[in-house]
């Protein structure tokens, strides 16, 4: 039975679609009815919010205002938001449009290794001696405390009672020999010593520079990746911090 089946369909008649009539060429191709049916549909839409937007305008408080109004304005008749950089100074941004982000962390840790060894060259003596401290001495009475000497409590010389390294006692004093310099060598060491703390401090800037630089590289690469929720701004990017965003937990496949 089957074979006559196929052999019945054999004999019908094809229903081709109907086509676009060779004096409505010029039209385009013929409108179906799933078609009428897409344009009816999107018609309809455009009507409904057309409707719904004049409704909301009759309604309107012409006193109201929303901080929207001027974060945003009309381009050709569309709505954009204004964007609001973040405020880097014109090397960071020049550094960050010519530089990746390996480059970045490469140079900060020559600007931290760097950094180090000044510091074990210098030892920040002088910043130890700077940094304001209490050393609290007991007495017996008050005679003692207004005949009390300093340099021969913490037995030094009274020169070097501002120190808090490199105080020898006096005894040790005693047994040093001091090699003769003259006021210029003395001069020359101190100016070299300025010269490399000036070093040290401008290393230290450059390499907070350079962090921010690389946090916000990392922060932009974190960014660009595909999410099912926007991260939230928490703070704008500043010449002294990266900016901060706030990720929704996503649960890992």
Known sequence: ?????????????????????????????????????????????????????????????????????????????????LDKGDDFTKDQIKLMQTQDFKYIAMKRTVEANKIRRLQGQLHMTDVV?????????????????????????????????????????????????????????????????????KELMRRIDREKELTVVQKTLEIKRALKQKRALKPKLVAKGTPNQAPQFKFKFERKR
Do not use: C
């Open 129 to 197: 001696n700077e940094t304001p401290n209490k050393h609290i001495f007991f007495v017996e009475d008050e005679q003692e405390a207004e005949e009390f000497d300093l340099a021969k409590r913490l037995d030094t010389h009274p020169d070097l009672i501002g120190r808090r390294s490199n105080r020898p006692r006096m005894e040790d004093l005693s047994k040093l020999k001091l090699a003769t310099v003259s006021p210029e060598h003395i001069e020359r060491i101190n100016q070299q010593r300025s010269v490399s703390y």
């Open 1 to 81: 039975m089957s074979s006559w089946k196929k052999a019945a369909k054999s004999n019908q008649k094809v229903h081709r679609e109907r086509a676009q009539p060779a004096a409505r060429s010029h039209l385009g191709l013929l409108e179906k009815k799933k078609d009428y049916k897409q344009r009816a549909r999107d018609r309809n839409q455009k009507e409904a919010t057309l409707k719904l937007l004049r409704k909301r305008a009759l309604n309107k408080n012409p006193d109201e205002f929303y901080h929207h109004m001027i974060n945003s304005k009309i381009e050709q008749g569309e709505h954009h938001e």
